[in-house]
């Protein structure tokens, strides 16, 4: 697998560069995998180390040391294998005789996370995380421990890149302690030199400027409990190396933190944060403002190696635009590259031009290398079936000093100019679709960008995609299970009084409402008014009244007999007796007599209805006695439906006509109830 690939005969970047080579090769029946490592300058094999299952490679700094993860396991003991080993990349020759390649030290490590070991740039020392202690090492000797450093908790750490030899670890929250960030100097592990206490930090990206100066600490959370990010809440902190200074970086636009970098100069760092379209920010070692790029789509942010040009692109699910800024003409915008689809980006040593890639397994079509100038020219392009990985080869910059890059302007390979011959430009700009309905018309704020002078996006909390002002439907609160639900009051919309704002459909369900809630008051009004006027005389069971009649009425399957229907002679007769106390003697009973002079026959006066009980009660309430009549009144009703059903000529099943069978026992269980037809 070849890491980059180009055509020969142009300048040095388009040379052939290997940096390295993993092979498989066969002896005899065995399947064995090999590190091959490769001077690529000349393209000599060096050395090739026998390690199998081999998913992760490193180097050190100054290239001594080759550092490989295999896949864990276990040996015929049923003991770990040690997977993480330290081989030294020259050669040298060994006191036993042993033919066999030189490792340094063995270790297990059994996650892949931050499964290498970190280096000072003098490759003097090397460290590596084990439980509540970070353990160091003399890089030549990896099987005695030179020093520990003890932090109950530990989980990441970061090696100074600087001079100054210090060492940052990362406390998550525990207990209800808040996370820290915490700075020593090696060897000196008595006190930190400088410590940063925060909430909401469950895991971070420790990243030092080049000097060691400087640490810039990204916190993320797992879950956002205020439910505003599905990937959980960021935040930034600036920590100095002497404890000089240490600040929370204020981000003034709301939304996640894309991506944050140093400046190879040390002294400047640049931040890609918010909601689509982010907002790109520069920061002094003071976490003061020192620029600010306009909106746009964008999530990434890559300084040149000299610190002249700083490149903001959008790759992943964006559009892969590449904005290019000269800083030393005051962030002058130098151009725009379109590279879509592109997985890899890079600064080459020279800070001249830029290579991008798309790679398997990201993206398994339109796989490629492809290498642009600073000025926004295509330079090289190659189209490859699969590729892996691609990578410049590390130079200092002191080996490629920077020099006006627009002057001379190099000529582009042959390969970019048959691309660019097939690339057909469109004749104007697309844009977005818009519904015949509204062609013609202004964009609506709502659907426009920010960057494009729309409404700025506002998260109500929730992780709905119903939101009032960018979104479709109505915002609504957001609910957490479990806890009560709170009553939203009415918005008070101006000039929403009357009917004028609701569709006609609206308008007469409304009035539907309204009359039947006016007719219900009547009906209840004209049922407790004490006169008898106008009031239909209430009818009572008796046993003369036509048997086809009631027959007829116990028939209606939808029809359910009232509560004082139900209710025992007993409990009638001690309710109407209470209820003539309250409303006092009928008309005719100590009555005072009409005005003029006008006679009423006692005897034939007919006395007035009882109002009726307006006792309410629910379907399930009373006492079991009342229960059990209804439930039998239920079931008789339905034997007399079965009945008239089989009169009509029916054929009724089995187990209606067992139910038909049971008539007699649920009479004679009602009557046991005190219940009468």
Known sequence: ???????????????????????????????????????????????????????????????????????????????AIKNLKVWRVIESDSPDGDDEHNVVGRFVQKSQTGWNLQYTYDERYCARVVTNEIQLYESGDLKTVWNKLRVEGVTDFAVSPGMNHSIAVFVPERKGLPAAVKVFNVPNFDAPVSQKNFFKGDKVQLTWNNEGTSLIVLAQTEVDRSGKNY????????????GGFDSRIDLDKEGPIHDVTWSPNSKEFGVVYGYMPAKTTIFNTRAEVTHNFALAPRNTILFSPHGRFVLVAGFGNLAGQMDIYDLEKDYQKVCTIEASNASVCEWSPDGKHILTATTSPRLRVDNGVRIWHVGGGLMYNE???????????????????????????????????AYLGTVKTPSKPAGAYRPPGARGTTTPLAFMREDQGGAAYVSNGSMSLGTGVNGFGKSRRREVPGAEAVLEEAPNVPGAEGDENLSKAAQKNKKKREAKKAKEAADKAAGL????????????????????????????????????????????????????????????????????????????????????????????????????????????????????????????????????????????????LGWAE
């Not at 990937?231 to 002497?242: D, F, K, W």
């Not at 410049?392 to 582009?412: G, V």
């Open 1 to 79: 697998m070849s890491l980059f690939r180009a055509s020969k005969g142009l300048k040095e970047i388009y040379d052939a560069v290997f940096t390295l080579h993993v092979a498989d090769t066969s002896l005899g029946r065995q399947q064995k995998s090999w590190v091959t490592v490769v001077d690529a300058s000349v393209g000599h094999v060096i050395t090739s180390l026998n390690a199998q299952n081999v998913y992760e490679l490193g180097f050190s700094p100054l290239g001594t040391f080759i550092i490989t993860w295999q896949r864990p396991g276990k040996d015929d003991n049923g003991d």
């Open 529 to 672: 008014t004490p006169s008898g006027e106008g009031v239909p005389p209430v009818r009572t069971s008796s046993p003369s009244r036509d048997p086809e009649r009631r027959d007829r009425r116990g028939h209606e399957r939808n029809r359910s007999r009232t509560d004082s229907e139900l209710r025992p002679r007993s409990q009638q007769g001690r309710r109407e007796h209470s209820q003539q106390r309250r409303n006092g003697p009928p008309r005719g009973f100590g009555a005072p007599h009409p005005p003029n002079g006008t006679h009423i026959h006692t005897s034939q006066a007919t006395p007035p209805a009882a109002a009726p009980d307006l006792t309410v009660t629910s379907p399930g309430g009373g006492t079991p006695q009342e229960k059990k009549i209804r439930a039998l009144t239920k079931k008789l009703r339905a034997i007399d439906d079965l009945k008239m059903r089989r009169a009509g000529g029916e054929t009724l099943e089995g187990t209606q006509i067992k139910k038909m069978d049971t008539e007699e026992s649920v009479r004679r269980e009602l009557e046991g």
């Open 383 to 417: 189209e490859m079936q699969e590729l892996y990985h691609v990578t410049w080869r590390p130079q200092s910059t002191t080996t490629h000093p920077l020099e006006d890059p627009m002057h001379p302007m190099p000529t582009p390979h042959a390969s970019a100019m």
């Open 231 to 242: 990937y959980g809440e960021t935040t930034l902190y600036l920590l100095s190396a002497n």
